[in-house]
């Protein structure tokens, strides 16, 4: 079992920035990856950025240039840094964790979710 703890998240101005962290605990894989989804209402959970053990990182078009993604402490902590927010950015963010090569929709592990609002 894993176990993740987000912290960060809130209400911020468009042009603004926010950022997010999440701590993994528990059974965690030495090839993994960790990263960010979110979901707006009405909308699919999508992919915002995620980033491997070995620090590959990979991020949606639409935050490309606005969002970084890294790994500190001993690299099972994420963090999500947002510049530039815009209210399109506006969703509920999930820290995500799942073993290297495996699929997160069927064997990863979800943070509870922290609530970003990008007022305009």
């Known amino acids: 079992q894993v176990q993740l703890v987000e912290s960060g998240g809130g209400l911020v101005q468009a042009g603004g920035s926010l950022r997010l962290s999440c701590a993994a605990s528990g059974s965690i894989a030495s090839l993994n990856v960790m990263g960010w989804y979110r979901q707006a209402p009405g909308n699919q959970r999508e992919l915002v950025a995620s980033?491997?053990?070995?620090?590959?990182?990979n991020y949606a078009d639409s935050v490309k240039g606005r969002f970084t993604i890294s790994r500190a402490n001993a690299k099972n902590t994420v963090l999500l840094q947002m510049n530039s927010l815009k209210p399109e950015d506006t969703a509920v963010y999930y820290c995500s964790y799942v073993r290297l090569g495996w699929h997160q929709n069927t064997f990863g592990y979800w943070g509870q979710g922290t609530q970003v609002t990008v007022s305009s």
């Open positions: 980033i491997t053990s070995g620090g590959i990182t």
